[in-house]
């Protein structure tokens, strides 16, 4: 069972807000973008379409894989942001997908794994280079197939028994395992 120090190391801290890569077109009529006060914030106008370019959070899952020794599987990413560091398997949504389907897919792609998605772990949001904010969904999987090998974006990927887990790289995928660990504990005791 995990301590309550490594608990806390898991524990969700406030990120800094990252200002998302610049836009300077429309991505609808090619139009250059200025800036323009609209419905309460400063945001991306495009002059040729006369209307606001609305920036939001882009979606993406990830997944927490236990085994049946109940060791966390996680990846080591070879791609920015985090290069070389490890993380859950996860991705963004494609357009037409669920996100479970999209966690299902990334784990497949990620980590060679096929698995079965069991429940929500929580909802929550990371600062990104590229887009701003990113909306993490993360879900848990049990029931999976395959030997883990390391695919998309990845270098590795491994099972780690809880109290030896490498730095996470994402306060987002830390929250989910922090709240795995904790529907896990309050099962135990109850
Ligand atoms: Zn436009």
Redesign the pocket.
Known sequence: MPTDASLTALCTQSAPALTPKKKKH??????ALSRRFVEGRDRLY?E??S?P?YENPVPASCVVVVDEEERLLLVKRNVPPKEGMWCLPGGFMELHESPEEAAIRELREEAGVCGRIETLLGVTTNPNPDYGTVLLMGFLVRHWTGVPVAGDDADDARFFPLGELPEVAFQSHRHFIRNYLLTRNAHAAG
């Open positions: 429309c991505m609808f009529c090619g139009g495009c040729s379409c209307s370019l």
